[in-house]
């Protein structure tokens, strides 16, 4: 099926406006968002553009696979903030804006007069967001930070470590998405705040401590009290038995959790006597038991197909998925019932595969209104909804300030 942009239905951010100065994912994955949900997102990149336009695959150079799912409904904008007359166009579109978001380093965004201070002395009212590696009241500040260090830093390598006996980095960018939802609630609360009150304010989104509250949620366990009654860990989550079981002919993933589950699951494979099993027989006596009770589980699949055991667990209510990789998901038929990833005609890259907006607002559902543009597609619409006249912004762009596509 294909998606006509022309329809999009207005989302519950429309109204909001938001210049957004983030590249790579974090910031740019929170803006996007946004934009699914309505608000005007306008993208101000650097005459070279966000490096994430020569990210993988693509069919036009500046135009990546990256960009056409992170650029979507977002105007994009050049001005060179090197130059003064770049900085005071970002300064006469941060008048007209709710949200300001950058992911600069602090001293990086003072020395170009857009810290704070200085932009809510002209914009009381904004919601100023700063997207960083880490908390500006921390001997890191100053640290660069990306998806990969914070992965480690924070503890998700780690934690592959103790289950596999290897550090790795998860295969996607974790750290980076998760605290662009981070960003996004922040940024939606203080808006919310302002929709009250009248009142701007800053907003501090770190990834290594928003990785560190997200890892550590479950894995605080016996460091949740003081004295501490062990180490951080929990146990369940790092057995190496914990992993898509192979069946006669491929993978299942299945998870039996609470006493009604457990018990059907050892009838269904011929173990009844283990229902009665003071080690498996509670919550808590399965937590210190899970390597032993994993194992079982690890060794009953391997007796039917794949197939098989979802008909024979699902009868019995008993949760249990396939194991899809990446390229599986374009046929799995949940995922195609409910059209996840819709066909759309992009004006110059062709027909693209999009990926639609997962949640549903009865009223105000959003979804795709713009497609994502080259670089500076925008330059003149935006500068010209400022005040700046064609022979202004052409010497603007004749300067090298802007880029008009």
Wanted: aromatic share 8%.
């Amino acid at each position: 099926m294909s998606q006509d942009i022309a329809n999009c239905p207005p989302g519950p951010l429309t109204g909001v406006r938001v210049i957004d100065l983030t590249t790579v994912m974090f910031g740019p994955y929170c803006t996007q968002i946004m934009g699914e949900m309505g608000a005007d997102v306008i993208k101000v990149e650097s005459p070279e553009g966000d490096i994430g336009r020569q990210t993988g695959a693509f069919r036009t150079r500046g135009m990546s696979a990256a960009h056409l799912m992170k650029g979507r409904n977002k105007r994009s904008v050049v001005l060179d903030l090197k130059q003064a007359e770049g900085l005071e166009a970002l300064r006469r579109l941060t008048q007209t804006a709710d949200v300001f978001v950058h992911n600069m380093r602090p001293q990086a965004a003072k020395k170009l007069g857009i810290d704070y201070e200085s932009v809510s002395i002209r914009k009381p009212d904004i919601v100023y967001a700063a997207a960083t590696g880490f908390g500006e009241d921390g001997p890191y500040a100053e640290r660069p930070a990306y998806d990969d260090l914070i992965q480690g830093m924070s503890g998700v390598a780690g934690l592959y470590g103790m289950a596999a006996g290897e550090p790795r980095y998860a295969p996607t960018v974790m750290a980076d998405k998760t605290s662009g939802l981070f960003l996004l609630y922040s940024i939606s609360m203080a808006l919310f705040h302002r929709e009250r009150t009248g009142e701007g304010q800053k907003v501090q989104v770190p990834m290594f401590e928003c990785m560190v509250s997200f890892l550590m949620n479950e894995h605080m366990q016996e460091r949740t009290f003081e004295p501490s009654q062990g180490k951080a860990g929990y146990q369940r989550l790092l057995t190496p038995h914990r992993r898509p079981y192979p069946t006669a002919d491929g993978y299942l993933c299945v998870m039996p959790y609470n006493n009604r589950h457990w018990q059907r699951f050892f009838e269904l494979v011929g173990r009844p006597e283990l229902v009665g099993d003071e080690r498996f027989s509670q919550q808590s006596a399965r937590s210190k038991n899970i390597d032993a009770l994993y194992a079982i589980v690890a060794e009953s699949m391997l007796a039917r197909s794949t197939a098989e055991w979802i008909e024979l667990l699902g009868k019995a209510d008993i949760p249990c998925g396939q194991m899809n990789t990446p390229e599986d998901l374009f046929s799995e038929p949940h995922l195609k019932a409910v059209e996840m990833f819709p066909k759309i005609e992009h004006p110059t890259e062709g027909t693209l595969r999009h990926i639609k907006v997962p949640v549903k607002f009865d009223k105000t559902p959003g979804g795709l209104h713009r497609h994502a543009e080259s670089l500076g597609a925008s330059s003149v619409e935006v500068l010209s909804e400022l005040g700046y006249s064609a022979e202004a912004i052409a010497e603007l762009e004749q300067r090298g300030v802007t880029r008009t596509g």
